[in-house]
Protein backbone atom coordinates (compact mmCIF):
# COMPACT_ATOMS: atom_id res chain seq x y z
CA UNK A 1 0.00 0.00 0.00
CA UNK A 2 2.90 2.81 0.89
CA UNK A 3 4.71 1.46 -2.50
CA UNK A 4 1.57 2.57 -4.59
CA UNK A 5 0.72 5.80 -3.19
CA UNK A 6 3.94 7.41 -4.20
CA UNK A 7 3.28 5.91 -7.75
CA UNK A 8 -0.78 7.26 -7.80
CA UNK A 9 1.15 10.88 -6.81
CA UNK A 10 3.18 10.98 -9.45
CA UNK A 11 1.14 10.15 -12.27
CA UNK A 12 -1.17 13.05 -10.58
CA UNK A 13 1.63 14.99 -10.63
CA UNK A 14 2.41 14.28 -14.00
CA UNK A 15 -1.19 14.61 -15.34
CA UNK A 16 -1.53 17.90 -13.85
CA UNK A 17 2.07 19.29 -15.53
CA UNK A 18 -0.05 18.30 -18.87
CA UNK A 19 -3.08 20.14 -18.29
CA UNK A 20 -1.39 22.84 -17.05
CA UNK A 21 1.23 23.27 -20.50
CA UNK A 22 -0.32 25.23 -22.89
CA UNK A 23 -0.34 24.75 -26.49
CA UNK A 24 2.13 26.15 -29.57
CA UNK A 25 -0.61 28.83 -31.16
CA UNK A 26 -0.27 28.66 -34.80
CA UNK A 27 1.25 32.02 -36.34
CA UNK A 28 -0.01 33.04 -39.97
CA UNK A 29 1.83 35.13 -42.54
CA UNK A 30 0.46 37.26 -45.37
CA UNK A 31 1.83 37.95 -48.91
CA UNK A 32 0.34 41.35 -49.63
CA UNK A 33 0.65 44.46 -51.86
CA UNK A 34 2.43 46.89 -50.00
CA UNK A 35 1.65 50.99 -49.59
CA UNK A 36 2.54 52.69 -52.98
CA UNK A 37 6.20 52.84 -53.66
CA UNK A 38 7.60 56.05 -56.32
CA UNK A 39 9.10 53.84 -59.10
CA UNK A 40 9.94 54.52 -62.47
CA UNK A 41 6.18 53.26 -64.08
CA UNK A 42 4.72 55.87 -61.97
CA UNK A 43 5.62 58.41 -64.54
CA UNK A 44 4.45 56.52 -67.32
CA UNK A 45 1.26 57.34 -69.30
CA UNK A 46 -1.24 54.73 -70.06
CA UNK A 47 -1.44 52.35 -72.93
CA UNK A 48 -5.16 51.83 -74.49
CA UNK A 49 -4.98 48.06 -73.95
CA UNK A 50 -6.68 45.49 -71.92
CA UNK A 51 -4.76 42.70 -70.00
CA UNK A 52 -5.82 39.76 -68.49
CA UNK A 53 -4.33 38.69 -65.36
CA UNK A 54 -4.24 34.65 -65.64
CA UNK A 55 -3.47 32.17 -62.68
CA UNK A 56 -0.35 32.15 -60.84
CA UNK A 57 1.31 28.42 -61.87
CA UNK A 58 3.06 27.98 -58.38
CA UNK A 59 5.28 24.61 -57.71
CA UNK A 60 2.54 22.60 -55.92
CA UNK A 61 5.61 21.99 -53.17
CA UNK A 62 5.28 25.62 -52.28
CA UNK A 63 1.18 25.96 -52.69
CA UNK A 64 -0.07 24.93 -49.93
CA UNK A 65 -0.50 27.02 -46.52
CA UNK A 66 2.45 25.58 -45.28
CA UNK A 67 5.87 27.37 -45.61
CA UNK A 68 8.99 25.41 -47.20
CA UNK A 69 12.29 25.14 -45.89
CA UNK A 70 15.15 23.71 -47.54
CA UNK A 71 17.98 22.40 -46.00
CA UNK A 72 19.44 20.44 -48.87
CA UNK A 73 19.46 20.49 -52.79
CA UNK A 74 16.58 18.21 -52.49
CA UNK A 75 14.93 18.78 -49.51
CA UNK A 76 12.12 20.38 -47.86
CA UNK A 77 10.46 20.71 -44.94
CA UNK A 78 7.32 22.35 -44.09
CA UNK A 79 7.01 24.54 -40.16
CA UNK A 80 4.32 22.81 -38.04
CA UNK A 81 3.01 26.15 -36.31
CA UNK A 82 3.96 28.68 -38.74
CA UNK A 83 1.45 28.78 -42.47
CA UNK A 84 0.49 31.35 -44.97
CA UNK A 85 -2.81 32.86 -44.40
CA UNK A 86 -3.65 32.48 -47.64
CA UNK A 87 -2.83 30.15 -50.27
CA UNK A 88 0.45 31.83 -52.19
CA UNK A 89 -0.26 32.23 -55.31
CA UNK A 90 -3.98 33.34 -54.74
CA UNK A 91 -2.55 36.61 -52.45
CA UNK A 92 0.01 36.85 -55.54
CA UNK A 93 -2.53 37.20 -57.45
CA UNK A 94 -4.30 39.77 -55.84
CA UNK A 95 -0.54 41.54 -56.00
CA UNK A 96 -0.43 41.71 -59.70
CA UNK A 97 -4.00 43.55 -59.78
CA UNK A 98 -3.30 45.82 -57.70
CA UNK A 99 0.06 46.45 -59.04
CA UNK A 100 -1.78 47.39 -62.61
CA UNK A 101 -4.61 49.52 -60.66
CA UNK A 102 -2.55 51.17 -58.71
CA UNK A 103 0.43 52.40 -61.53
CA UNK A 104 -2.04 52.51 -64.50
CA UNK A 105 -0.09 51.48 -67.18
CA UNK A 106 -2.72 49.74 -69.21
CA UNK A 107 -6.17 51.15 -69.62
CA UNK A 108 -7.92 48.11 -68.26
CA UNK A 109 -6.64 44.98 -66.34
CA UNK A 110 -8.56 42.26 -64.60
CA UNK A 111 -8.60 38.69 -63.92
CA UNK A 112 -10.91 37.66 -66.62
CA UNK A 113 -13.07 39.67 -69.26
CA UNK A 114 -16.21 38.31 -70.57
CA UNK A 115 -17.87 37.83 -73.89
CA UNK A 116 -14.26 40.10 -74.96
CA UNK A 117 -10.91 39.07 -75.72
CA UNK A 118 -8.08 40.93 -74.29
CA UNK A 119 -5.31 42.63 -76.13
CA UNK A 120 -3.01 40.92 -73.90
CA UNK A 121 -2.53 37.68 -71.29
CA UNK A 122 -0.40 37.65 -68.83
CA UNK A 123 1.24 34.45 -67.41
CA UNK A 124 3.42 33.82 -64.12
CA UNK A 125 4.88 30.94 -63.24
CA UNK A 126 6.33 30.43 -59.61
CA UNK A 127 9.16 27.76 -59.20
CA UNK A 128 10.45 28.54 -55.69
CA UNK A 129 9.14 30.51 -52.99
CA UNK A 130 10.47 29.23 -49.58
CA UNK A 131 13.17 29.75 -46.71
CA UNK A 132 16.29 28.36 -47.21
CA UNK A 133 18.48 27.27 -43.96
CA UNK A 134 22.40 27.46 -44.32
CA UNK A 135 23.39 26.58 -40.70
CA UNK A 136 22.35 29.30 -38.38
CA UNK A 137 21.36 31.91 -41.14
CA UNK A 138 17.75 32.12 -43.03
CA UNK A 139 17.21 33.72 -46.70
CA UNK A 140 14.36 34.14 -48.98
CA UNK A 141 14.55 32.34 -52.47
CA UNK A 142 12.16 33.51 -55.05
CA UNK A 143 12.46 31.98 -58.06
CA UNK A 144 9.90 32.83 -60.70
CA UNK A 145 9.39 33.87 -64.71
CA UNK A 146 6.59 36.69 -66.39
CA UNK A 147 5.71 36.76 -69.63
CA UNK A 148 2.89 38.39 -71.77
CA UNK A 149 1.40 36.78 -74.82
CA UNK A 150 -0.73 39.02 -77.56
CA UNK A 151 -4.10 37.44 -78.25
CA UNK A 152 -2.69 35.74 -81.35
CA UNK A 153 0.36 33.41 -78.92
CA UNK A 154 3.06 36.02 -79.80
CA UNK A 155 5.51 36.08 -76.28
CA UNK A 156 5.66 40.13 -76.20
CA UNK A 157 8.52 40.38 -73.42
CA UNK A 158 9.56 37.40 -70.90
CA UNK A 159 11.21 38.22 -67.49
CA UNK A 160 12.25 35.48 -65.49
CA UNK A 161 14.12 36.33 -62.00
CA UNK A 162 15.91 34.10 -59.12
CA UNK A 163 16.28 36.00 -56.26
CA UNK A 164 17.97 35.30 -52.60
CA UNK A 165 18.01 37.32 -49.98
CA UNK A 166 19.65 36.58 -46.44
CA UNK A 167 16.98 37.92 -43.42
CA UNK A 168 18.77 39.58 -40.41
CA UNK A 169 16.98 37.20 -38.09
CA UNK A 170 15.65 33.91 -37.90
CA UNK A 171 11.66 35.20 -38.69
CA UNK A 172 9.48 34.17 -40.70
CA UNK A 173 7.34 37.90 -40.94
CA UNK A 174 10.77 38.70 -42.30
CA UNK A 175 10.69 36.06 -44.64
CA UNK A 176 7.18 37.03 -45.58
CA UNK A 177 8.51 41.05 -45.96
CA UNK A 178 11.60 39.63 -48.09
CA UNK A 179 8.90 38.14 -50.43
CA UNK A 180 6.90 41.01 -50.58
CA UNK A 181 9.60 43.30 -51.55
CA UNK A 182 11.15 40.82 -54.12
CA UNK A 183 7.54 40.08 -55.97
CA UNK A 184 7.44 43.88 -56.06
CA UNK A 185 10.83 44.93 -57.42
CA UNK A 186 10.51 42.08 -60.27
CA UNK A 187 6.89 43.10 -61.00
CA UNK A 188 8.13 46.46 -61.36
CA UNK A 189 10.88 45.90 -63.55
CA UNK A 190 8.89 43.96 -65.78
CA UNK A 191 5.87 46.04 -66.23
CA UNK A 192 8.29 48.81 -66.90
CA UNK A 193 10.16 47.04 -69.60
CA UNK A 194 6.59 45.73 -71.04
CA UNK A 195 5.37 49.82 -71.01
CA UNK A 196 8.42 50.66 -73.15
CA UNK A 197 8.17 47.41 -75.60
CA UNK A 198 3.95 48.22 -76.12
CA UNK A 199 4.58 52.10 -76.92
CA UNK A 200 4.46 53.16 -80.20
CA UNK A 201 7.46 54.36 -81.63
CA UNK A 202 7.36 58.30 -82.52
Excluded at 33 to 47: F, V, W
Excluded at 112 to 125: A, C, E, G, H
Excluded at 129 to 141: I, N, T
Aim: glycine fraction near 2%; charged fraction near 20%.
Amino acid sequence: MKKILPIALAALLLLGACRSSKPVAARFYMLEYPAKQEMASDTLLPLPYSVEIMDIDLNPAFSTHQIALREDAHEVKYFVNHQWASRPQKSLERFVVNYFNDHGLFENVQRSFWNVQPDFRLYITIYNLEVVRDRKDFSAHLHLEMWLESAQGEVIHRHLADQTRMLEKRSLNLFAQAINNMFYEELNYFATKLHFALTPAK
